[in-house]
T-cell receptor, first 107, second 115 residues
């Protein structure tokens, strides 16, 4: 099946810093989503982005489907951004998740 | 409010017992999913259903069973055959199954601990 790799696995930032999270996938996809899992386990949709660029406030995402990667940008990070960020793609029929990037933003 | 409701939030089970996790959605979504998450890991698909009265095994279906008798409901039973059931279980839904244009939404999860 399709393979999804995320990097870095862990990231520690000072509040106000910017960061870039990367998601590589092994095959062509029709669906790519970014999620944020908060410390209580809730998974929140950030972007549905099989290709192109989208922005939502301090977050933006870019997917280059032909090169099989997606990037999530977090600008001016806040402590509430802490948690795990997952990339998930659809290969055959259902979403396959990467192992996530754990982000800790310190005050 | 529209959304996905999972219950219970926390559950303890003795070894050898079956337990059923509830998942209800009022989003009028056709497709529903169950995922398992272990500490420090991503999500792995247990079962999914694209339509009422139909469901398919995911990557780790052994030791689990599901039913889809109503569009709104997709309960998951963790049987005694599941070797390592302690985990965080997440239910999800999407407008339809398949690959294209299919944003998926999650419930708040259920923590299952075997004691």
């Amino acid at each position: 099946g399709i393979q999804v790799e995320q990097s870095p696995p862990d990231l520690i930032l000072q509040e106000g810093a910017n960061s870039t999270l990367r998601c590589n996938f092994s095959d062509s996809v029709n669906n790519l989503q970014w999620f944020h899992q908060n410390p209580w386990g809730q998974l929140i949709n950030l972007f549905y982005i099989p290709s192109g660029t989208k922005q939502n406030g301090r977050l933006s995402a870019t997917t280059v489907a032909t090169e099989r990667y997606s990037l999530l940008y977090i600008s001016s990070s806040q402590t509430t951004d802490s948690g795990v960020y997952f990339c998930a793609v659809t290969g055959y029929s259902t979403l396959t998740f990467g192992k996530g990037t754990m982000l800790l933003v310190s005050p | 409010d529209g959304g996905i409701t999972q219950s219970p939030k926390y559950l303890f089970r003795k070894e050898g017992q079956n337990v059923t996790l509830s998942c209800e959605q009022n989003l009028n979504h056709d497709a529903m999913y169950w995922y398992r998450q272990d500490p420090g890991q991503g999500l792995r698909l247990i079962y999914y259903s694209q339509i009422v009265n139909d469901f398919q095994k995911g990557d780790i279906a052994e030791g689990y069973s599901v039913s889809r008798e109503k569009k709104e409901s997709f309960p998951l039973t963790v049987t005694s055959a599941q070797k390592n059931p302690t985990a965080f279980y997440l239910c999800a839904s999407s407008v339809r199954g398949g690959r294209i244009g299919n944003t998926i939404y999650f419930g708040e999860g259920s923590w299952l601990t075997v004691v």
